[in-house]
């Protein structure tokens, strides 16, 4: 069995409740408001909260050429914990986590990648990714990403 490397994180601290902040990132069709890759999503099945299971594509662009990705929401605990594991042609790419913890006047948001591609799978994917993505280092384009959509997600709540 393959040992995945260890998740990467980033955090902020916003000033509302831990129930805003995840009620706005569980709706994944704003995350392009606020991801510097992440262009929108369309929930498969219709309206209403997403749940354990439900599925939405990923529409991406991190340079010229946009991408999408298959996702399945694993966790959706209110004010608690949302994730998704993203695939690509049927390939198990990663899980995104966003934790929200309670803290005086606010709460933490932690983000969190996990790299779930499998050796081989990893190492193609590693070899045509950046034709596909534009990104050489993903591992670094991530925590780059995730800082910034933390930036931006915390300049939305506390100013709407």
Partial sequence: MRRHPAPLGERVTVLVPPDIAYAAVADVTRMGQWSPEV?????????????????????????????????????????????????????ALSQWTYRFREVPGGCEITEEWLDLRSP?????????????????????????????????????????
Avoid: D, H, Q, Y
């Fill in 39 to 91: 262009r929108g999503a369309r929930v498969l099945g219709g309206p209403g909260p997403v749940r354990v299971g439900t599925r939405f594509v990923g529409l991406n662009r991190a340079s010229w050429l946009p991408w999408a990705t298959l996702c399945t929401v694993v966790s959706a605990r209110p004010g608690s914990c949302f994730a998704f594991k993203v695939g690509f042609l049927g390939v």
């Fill in 120 to 160: 081989v799978a990893g190492r193609l994917l590693t070899a045509v990714s950046p034709a596909i993505t534009g990104v050489l280092r993903r591992r670094e384009r991530n925590r780059e990403t995730m800082r910034a959509t933390l930036t931006a997600l915390r300049t939305a709540l506390e100013g709407g």
